[in-house]
């Protein structure tokens, strides 16, 4: 692979550098502030922001169909997404946050014409929100074969029963649409055949939003994470996307880019988490002397720098094998950038933190936020041991045997 960004990325990049310098890092104060007055609704100076970022063709990014998107590769899209990742909420700006960014790529590959005009279109444009409910509270839902949430058909629609929790998106007031995951066929010998995926309307009778779940503490807002009920929800049967019993299979088409993209934003929340460590230190003054004297402090830093290096050099490698052979062959780098980052991520914050003290817990700095989602990442999308497991596993298989 070629460690070079090409001069299309390059410009990009540039492109959106000073983007976040000259707008998104001057209005963090300002969003935060403005979001305790409406958790739930959208900040009013987002809506600027998304102007200007349409403005100056930063939109849309994330999709390699240019039909939809920009055109980028996996591989072209990596630096950028790092980019966005370095604030929280920046990458809703672009058009290119979850669960969004999941949903617009399965309508834009399994959804059919109708689908992609009545809820695709929109999304594209950066005019609703919305949220993908797979995740149940009484089952391991690590498994997806054991989501019980039931989509049974009743002549011209489909009823849909069940109870889901961390339903990441929908708290929003902007959110109009959820793509659900429910068992169509749980009697099938086939427990990959069991599944479905259809689209539900929020403001559908039988969705009842029981309370907004909490990460660390935090609502996450205003985005949030949803306790839902659906109770004898009825939408039509042209909601139903690519056929009964295809669920799974989407979920598996949906779930590489979406894993990727949360590396790739992680690595940036790391860098930016780096570059404080390493300005707290220079600046600080502990026992009479600048925090950059002490060793430990400077170890800290370079391992930092080290890990990070890694976890981006993997994350490309793993991007470029999605980009040439396809999401199924390049499983296993997939697998070991989702058990790599979250885990760098982590502890590169967390170092960050203790060189900041007690401020680096406080509102004053974001690094206590992003600890909590880089924490939460090594569950969503599959915890650590899943994919270990099945990477273990494929491992184990290629190498056994070889003769």
Same mark, same amino acid.
């Given at each position: 692979?070629?460690?070079?960004? &090409?001069?299309?990325?390059?410009?990009?990049?540039?492109?959106?550098?000073?983007?976040?310098?000259?707008?998104?890092?001057?209005?963090?104060?300002?969003?935060?502030?403005?979001?305790?007055?409406?958790?739930? /609704?959208?900040? +009013?100076? $987002?809506?600027?922001?998304?102007?200007?970022?349409?403005?100056?063709?930063?939109?849309?990014?994330?999709? +390699? @169909?240019?039909?939809?998107?920009?055109?980028?590769?996996?591989?072209?899209?990596?630096?950028?997404?790092?980019?966005?990742?370095?604030?929280?909420?920046?990458?809703?700006?672009?058009?290119?946050? =979850?669960?969004?960014? /999941?949903?617009?790529?399965?309508?834009?590959?399994?959804?059919?014409?109708?689908?992609?005009?009545?809820?695709?279109?929109?999304?594209?444009?950066?005019?609703?929100? *919305?949220?993908?409910? $797979?995740?149940?509270?009484?089952?391991?839902? *690590? @498994?997806?074969?054991?989501?019980?949430?039931? !989509?049974?058909?009743?002549?011209?629609?489909?009823? !849909?029963?069940?109870?889901?929790?961390?339903? *990441?998106?929908?708290?929003?007031?902007?959110?109009?649409?959820?793509?659900?995951?429910?068992? &169509?066929?749980?009697?099938?010998?086939?427990?990959?055949?069991?599944?479905?995926?259809?689209?539900?309307?929020?403001?559908?009778?039988?969705?009842?939003?029981?309370?907004?779940?909490?990460?660390? /503490?935090? @609502?996450?807002a205003p985005e949030?994470?949803?306790?839902?009920?659906?109770?004898?929800?009825?939408?039509?049967?042209?909601?139903?996307?690519?056929?009964?019993?295809r669920g799974f299979?989407?979920? #598996?088409?949906?779930?590489?880019?979406?894993?990727?993209?949360?590396?790739?934003?992680?690595?940036?929340?790391?860098?930016?988490?780096?570059?404080?460590?390493?300005?707290?230190?220079?600046?600080?003054?502990?026992?009479?002397?600048?925090m950059i004297k002490?060793? &430990?402090?400077?170890?800290?830093?370079?391992? &930092?720098?080290?890990?990070?290096?890694?976890?981006?050099?993997?994350?490309?490698?793993?991007?470029?094998?999605? @980009?040439?052979?396809?999401?199924?062959?390049?499983?296993?780098?997939?697998?070991?950038?989702? !058990?790599?980052? +979250? #885990?760098? =991520?982590?502890?590169?914050?967390?170092?960050?933190?203790?060189?900041?003290?007690?401020?680096?817990? *406080? #509102?004053?700095?974001?690094?206590?936020?992003?600890?909590?989602?880089?924490?939460?990442?090594?569950?969503?999308?599959?915890?650590?041991?899943?994919?270990?497991?099945?990477?273990?596993?494929?491992?184990?298989?290629?190498?056994?045997?070889?003769?």
């Amino acid at each position: 692979m070629e460690f070079e960004y &090409s001069d299309k990325v390059k410009v990009l990049l540039e492109r959106l550098q000073r983007f976040m310098a000259d707008y998104v890092y001057p209005a963090e104060q300002t969003y935060h502030q403005q979001l305790q007055e409406d958790r739930w /609704g959208e900040p +009013p100076i $987002m809506v600027g922001l998304k102007a200007r970022a349409r403005e100056a063709e930063l939109w849309n990014l994330f999709l +390699p @169909d240019p039909r939809f998107g920009a055109g980028l590769s996996n591989l072209e899209y990596a630096p950028l997404a790092e980019e966005m990742g370095k604030v929280l909420f920046s990458s809703e700006i672009f058009n290119c946050s =979850a669960p969004d960014t /999941g949903n617009m790529e399965v309508l834009a590959q399994y959804g059919d014409a109708e689908q992609q005009a009545r809820w695709l279109q929109p999304l594209l444009a950066g005019e609703i929100r *919305s949220a993908f409910a $797979m995740t149940e509270p009484k089952v391991a839902s *690590s @498994d997806a074969t054991n989501i019980e949430t039931s !989509i049974v058909r009743d002549g011209d629609d489909y009823v !849909i029963n069940g109870h889901k929790f961390y339903i *990441s998106g929908l708290m929003n007031k902007r959110c109009e649409i959820m793509i659900v995951m429910g068992k &169509s066929d749980a009697d099938n010998p086939n427990r990959y055949q069991q599944q479905s995926q259809i689209l539900v309307p929020t403001n559908t009778p039988g969705v009842k939003i029981v309370r907004p779940m909490t990460v660390f /503490g935090y @609502d996450d807002a205003p985005e949030g994470h949803a306790e839902v009920i659906f109770d004898n929800v009825r939408v039509p049967a042209g909601n139903l996307i690519l056929g009964e019993g295809r669920g799974f299979e989407i979920a #598996q088409g949906r779930l590489g880019p979406g894993r990727i993209h949360h590396c790739m934003r992680l690595i940036g929340q790391a860098q930016r988490a780096l570059e404080m460590m390493a300005k707290r230190a220079e600046q600080r003054v502990v026992f009479g002397r600048p925090m950059i004297k002490q060793q &430990s402090v400077r170890e800290d830093i370079a391992k &930092s720098a080290c890990e990070i290096e890694q976890a981006r050099l993997l994350t490309l490698k793993a991007a470029d094998q999605m @980009d040439r052979y396809g999401n199924k062959a390049a499983k296993d780098l997939i697998a070991m950038i989702k !058990i790599v980052a +979250p #885990q760098m =991520a982590c502890t590169v914050i967390d170092r960050a933190i203790q060189i900041h003290g007690a401020a680096g817990l *406080s #509102q004053d700095y974001n690094l206590a936020q992003h600890y909590a989602y880089a924490r939460t990442i090594r569950l969503a999308d599959g915890p650590d041991q899943v994919h270990m497991m099945q990477l273990g596993r494929n491992l184990a298989a290629r190498y056994g045997a070889e003769q």
